[in-house]
């Protein structure tokens, strides 16, 4: 089964925040990335716990919002996600903190 949840946070900084989150990724995880749209992919087995698949996190620069986008194998796990996600892109982007995420999860 797989769970999906996404957000749309705003900002005008959302190609710099992607691209900063994916480079700080690409050491451990594998990701793949423009200054448009990343994609990164966490594996089942890792430090949030293990799960039964990899999750993916999508993320998509527009000119007024940061688009995430997390495909999980449970409900455990993407909400691990969100909270990582969060917490990364608060500490990246320090001089907008917090930042606002409204999960919708389907």
């Known amino acids: ?4 949840s996404t957000t749309e946070i705003p900002t005008e900084n959302g190609s710099r925040d992607l691209q900063q989150l994916c480079k700080h990724w690409a050491h451990k995880l594998t990701v793949d990335f423009t200054s448009g749209q990343g994609r990164i992919t966490f594996p089942k087995d890792g430090r949030s716990g293990s799960w039964s698949q990899d999750a993916t996190v999508i993320l998509t620069a527009h000119p ?3 688009e ?3 495909e999980a194998s449970e409900t455990g796990q993407r909400d ?3 909270d990582v996600l969060a917490s990364h892109l608060d500490r990246f982007a320090f001089r907008e903190a917090p930042l606002t995420f409204n ?3 389907a």
């Not at 089964?1 to 999906?4: A, F, L, R, V």
């Open 80 to 82: 691990a996600l969100q």
């Open 68 to 70: 995430c986008r997390i």
């Open 64 to 66: 007024a919002h940061l």
């Open 103 to 105: 999960w919708k999860n």
């Open 1 to 4: 089964m797989q769970t999906i």
